[in-house]
């Protein structure tokens, strides 16, 4: 079954706990991208990955990191976690960047 | 530059009600359209999408888009709403010469009994 997989699913932690967000996919999918999801503010991009070592930011990256040592994953890292980082966080996959996207569960991250 | 505007960020209906989700893009090149559905704790869900072909796209769950240039719209209806199609609903946009996709801020669809 095509899906992209997200871990943990929820998450409560303390500022400046450094924490990751794993993500893969098993598309064999160039494209994989970060999202956060707010109320009221729809889903905003984190970062993207066009393919294994390529990365850029998204429109609010500020605060986070992404690697893509391998097509299939592509973990994102809060490196000194604060509260405005407190979201629904969204993986996503696709062939490219403008096809339709694979979407993850969603990972609730609380920093407290 | 890319963007897309959904107008009402809450939306209630009636079960067996026409679903009528407004969304309005802005784009300089001819656009991709998509419409995604999200249920409550899951990911998003494609329920359409619209890449130059026909103007009128017919989805899963009994939802059809129709692109409209001149109105620069692509409004997502559906003629008889059912109880389970409450969920959130996301228009996006990109285009052949973009890397990412633009989302709308959302529509939250209740369905009353």
């Known amino acids: 079954e095509a899906q992209v997989t997200q871990n943990p699913r929820y998450l409560i932690t303390v500022t400046g706990k450094k924490l990751t967000v794993t993500c893969s996919q098993n598309?064999?999918?160039?494209?994989m991208s970060w999202y956060r999801q707010d109320p009221g503010l729809g889903l905003r991009q984190i970062y993207y990955s066009m393919n294994v070592e390529v990365t850029d930011k998204g429109d609010v990256p500020e605060g986070y990191k992404v690697s893509r040592k391998e097509k299939r994953n592509f973990p994102l890292i809060l490196e000194s976690p604060s509260p405005n980082q407190t979201s629904l966080y969204f993986c996503?996959?696709?062939?490219?960047?403008?096809?339709?996207?694979?979407f993850g569960d969603g990972t609730r991250l609380s920093i407290l | 530059a890319q963007s897309v505007t959904q107008l009402g960020s809450h939306v209630s209906v009636s079960e067996g009600a026409l679903v009528l989700l407004r969304c309005n893009y802005s784009?300089?090149?001819?656009?991709?359209l998509f419409w995604y559905v999200q249920y409550p704790n899951q990911g998003l869900q494609l329920l359409l999408k619209y890449t130059s072909a026909a103007t009128l796209v017919k989805g899963i769950n009994g939802f059809e888009a129709e692109f409209k240039k001149s109105e620069t719209s692509f409004h997502l209806t559906k003629p008889s709403a059912h109880m389970s199609d409450a969920a959130e609903y996301f228009c996006?946009?990109?285009?052949?010469?973009?890397?990412?996709?633009?989302f709308g801020t959302g529509t939250r669809l209740q369905v009353f009994p």
């Open positions: 996503a996959s696709s062939s490219k960047g403008n096809q339709p996207q694979h």
């Open positions: 598309m064999n999918h160039e494209y």
């Open positions: 784009s300089s090149v001819p656009p991709y």
């Open positions: 996006a946009v990109s285009s052949y010469n973009t890397d990412k996709l633009i």
